[in-house]
């Protein structure tokens, strides 16, 4: 089935640092692809979407870019804050789903350190 | 703005009873969604429906049924609880036109301990 996979559990920054979180996928078709940000007490909240390949999201200076080759959507950003901190999950919606149904990865929380 | 309510945000349940959960969506979204969270497994689908009177099989449906006896409103109901259900519960609603590139908007959860 389909899945998604995210290799850090918890990445642990300075302010101003590069960010990367990385985000592999298993899918049949041509999912699209989500990231969702969650912070502490709240439910998770959309991020962006990518549909095609080669396509850049961005949002709140995080982008990412599918890369069907590499099953890949890896999320960056330049310079995070502290503000940044909180789970960020990759998502994907199958070709098939004409319902959005989301299949997740675990999950990667970032803390950033002023 | 988006609002998607759940309630009890916390409960605390014994064993073998029956717990219900409710959420209420203000979107007019016609899919709404039951996950749970857990460390290590991220969110799960377990119940989700597409319009009032339908609900279908997520991925981990075992010992949850689901009610959707409107546009706004999706209940999940743990009819004998179990330990192993212990874990926080997200719904969400999302859908419309975007079809499988619509985002979804989630609640604020609801913290559930099964003794």
């Known amino acids: 089935g389909d899945s998604v996979t995210q290799t850090e559990g918890q990445v642990a920054l300075s302010e101003e640092d590069f960010l990367t979180i990385h985000c592999n996928y298993s899918a049949s078709g041509y999912p699209a692809l989500f990231w969702y940000v969650q912070y502490p007490g709240e439910g998770p909240q959309f991020l962006f979407r990518a549909s095609r390949d080669k396509e850049k999201g961005s949002s709140r200076g995080f982008e990412a870019t599918y890369n069907k080759e590499a099953t890949s959507f890896h999320l960056q950003k330049a310079s995070v804050q502290e503000s940044d901190s909180a789970v960020y999950y990759c998502a994907l919606s199958d070709r098939g789903s004409a319902l959005g149904r989301l299949h997740f990865g675990a999950g990667t929380q970032l803390i950033v350190i002023p | 703005e988006a609002a998607v309510t759940q309630s009890p945000r916390n409960k605390v349940a014994v064993t073998g009873g029956k717990v219900t959960l409710s959420c209420n969506q203000t979107n007019n979204h016609n899919n709404m969604y039951w996950y749970r969270q857990d460390t290590g497994h991220g969110l799960r689908l377990i119940h989700y429906?597409?319009?009032?009177?339908?609900?279908e099989k997520g991925d981990i449906p075992d010992g949850y049924k689901a009610s959707r006896p409107s546009q706004e409103n999706f209940s999940l109901i743990l009819e004998l609880a179990t330990p192993s259900q212990t874990s926080v519960y997200f719904c969400?609603?999302?859908?419309?036109?975007?079809?499988?590139?619509?985002?979804?908007?989630f609640g604020p959860g609801t913290r559930l301990t099964v003794l």
């Open positions: 969400a609603s999302g859908g419309g036109t975007g079809g499988r590139y619509a985002e979804q908007f």
């Open positions: 429906s597409y319009g009032a009177g339908s609900t």
